[in-house]
């Protein structure tokens, strides 16, 4: 039987993996030869083993949970003292989340998002580069992602450029959605500056007075940030924006990174500033509709954790030791490639760094990935460079990595220390 051509013609021709995966794949499949591989391509953290790093506080939790913690049907939209716990985590004042749902993981809060606030054909908005589930998020949703691009290292936001994007979908689509990961930013690994926030929090408020604008803020690897306290201010920014009521402000939360349950897809869709039962009712057919309900055992483990002041303290001291580990790689990272003539990796927080890290049409990320692979290091292209997992690879690395990214840039005809094509090319 031909079942392609039972297939919808517009569900064929995929590739049917995904270039993360396959590239992580690769890697595994290179190492178990033996090879000294650096591999900095999936998103989960490694200890300096290579070992996935799963975090005792959250398991010993885990281990406790009763049959009748694990095994009942959750409610549709999640229990409701667990969406209030998980929103807490980001925003501890919170005395009740207005608007929420349980999710399977941070994915499933995007993908909810496009299915209530835009229609089939409209666009996103989003900043470039990006996470590259994002288009296949979108895709599935019939739906595009439009950019504007994330500051280079040292620059200032593109102003101009965020509000001719966004108005003109505005102006085209009657309505506004923004996926906004800030901060600690996937792939880049830098936040926007507090100036920069103000300025593209300002251009959506100058906008909401022409039609409904959403921002979504992806808030995965906060856990993960070189400065806490820069963080806590930035979620203040952004309450306080909310609190305005010009914006509708959703948030996407996860347990996946936050407590490396990334096996158990624990998430949430939440608007902590909006209590609108026309929503709510959406969001929940829309949960019912789609995965129906989700799983209640990683719910049960954030219940028990949120009511145990030891166990939130052991839970932060594996953060900060963890983060300080992150810290580590990425200045080390980052002195390497200056040795090597690069500008560096400036890094704010999150798993990921982002190389060259300044647009530029000279740099062929897929040639320079390809070339690095004969150096037995792996990394995942995107369209503004590549992404390099810190999270994956050890602070002794740096070095033999930034020398490779060398020899890879310069057999693609790249030049470091002139920033572009070299004129033997």
Known sequence: M???????????????????????????????????????????????EGRLVVLESVMAQWRQLTPLEVAPYAPIAGDPAFLLALARRHWPALERVGTGVATPGGSGALA?????????????????????????????????????????????????????????????????????????????????????????????????????????????????????????????????????????????????????????????????????????????????GTWSNCARAPMSTLLRLAKDAAAQAALAAEHAQWRALLTTRADALDAALRAEGFAGAPWDGGFFVTLPGTPDAAFDATAVSTALQAHDVFVVPVPEGIRVGICGMRASDAGRFAAAYRAACEATGYTARAGARSQAS
């Not at 979108?138 to 108005?167: C, F």
């Not at 689509?173 to 926030?197: E, F, I, K, M």
């Not at 939360?253 to 902590?272: C, H, I, M, N």
């Open 112 to 288: 909810l998002s496009l299915r209530n606030f835009l229609e089939r054909g409209q666009s996103v908005l989003t900043a470039a580069p990006f996470w590259g589930p994002y288009s296949t998020i979108a895709g599935e949703a019939g739906v595009r992602v439009a950019t504007a691009p994330w500051p280079a290292p040292g620059a200032a936001l593109d102003a101009g450029a965020w509000e001719a994007a966004a108005r003109d979908l505005l102006e085209s689509q009657g309505r506004l959605l923004v996926w906004l990961n800030d901060p600690c930013h996937n792939p880049t690994g830098r936040s926007l500056s507090p100036a920069d926030r103000e300025t593209l929090l300002s251009i959506l408020r100058d906008l909401s007075g022409q039609g409904p604008v959403t921002l979504l803020l992806d808030l995965a690897y906060l856990d993960y940030a070189r400065d806490p306290q820069a963080v806590d201010a930035a979620l203040s920014d952004y309450a306080a924006f909310a609190a305005e009521g010009r914006v509708l402000v959703a948030a996407s939360l996860s347990l996946s990174k936050a407590f490396t349950l990334y096996g158990t897809r624990a998430g949430a869709l939440v608007l902590p500033w909006c209590d609108d039962r026309t929503l709510q009712a959406a969001l929940v057919t829309g949960c019912r």
């Open 2 to 48: 031909d079942a392609t051509a039972h297939l919808l013609p517009s569900r064929r021709g995929f590739a049917g993996d995904d270039l993360i995966f396959t590239l992580n794949a690769a890697a595994q499949q290179r190492a178990a030869t033996g090879a000294p591989v650096i591999n900095a391509t999936v998103g989960a953290l490694l200890d300096d």
